[in-house]
């Protein structure tokens, strides 16, 4: 069995910031990829930030230089640095990681945005 936790997430006013946590444990054989998923009331759950083992990442459009995202394979964490928030940030936010194939995924972090 693989559990992800993420933590980190609250409510917080625009132009703030949130730092998210993601711990992996159980039976972990390699990480390939770590990742950050959300879902907004409504919408269907976008990629937000991945990170390969070689240490590549990649954006959303969205995201791209507020949020930056981090991974430590030997540890099994993720970072997620959220800055100037907005509004349309606010959603559940899934941490995710690819180990040698299977995608295993935490239950969320609730992200709000509001004044």
């Known amino acids: 069995q693989v559990h992800l936790v993420e933590s980190g997430g609250g409510l917080v006013q625009p132009g703030g910031s949130l730092r998210l946590s993601c711990v992996a444990s159980?039976?972990?054989?390699?990480?390939?990829?770590m990742g950050w998923h959300r879902q907004a009331p409504g919408k269907q759950r976008e990629l937000v930030a991945t990170?390969?083992?070689?240490?590549?990442?990649r954006y959303a459009d969205s995201v791209k230089g507020r949020f930056t995202i981090s991974g430590d394979n030997a540890k099994k964490t993720m970072h997620l640095q959220t800055n100037s928030l907005k509004p349309e940030d606010t959603a559940v936010y899934y941490c995710?990681?690819?180990?040698?194939?299977?995608?295993?995924w935490g239950q969320g972090t609730q992200v709000t945005v509001s004044s």
């Open positions: 159980g039976n972990i054989i390699g990480i390939s990829v």
């Open positions: 995710y990681i690819c180990d040698w194939g299977d995608d295993y």
């Open positions: 990170i390969t083992s070689s240490g590549s990442t």
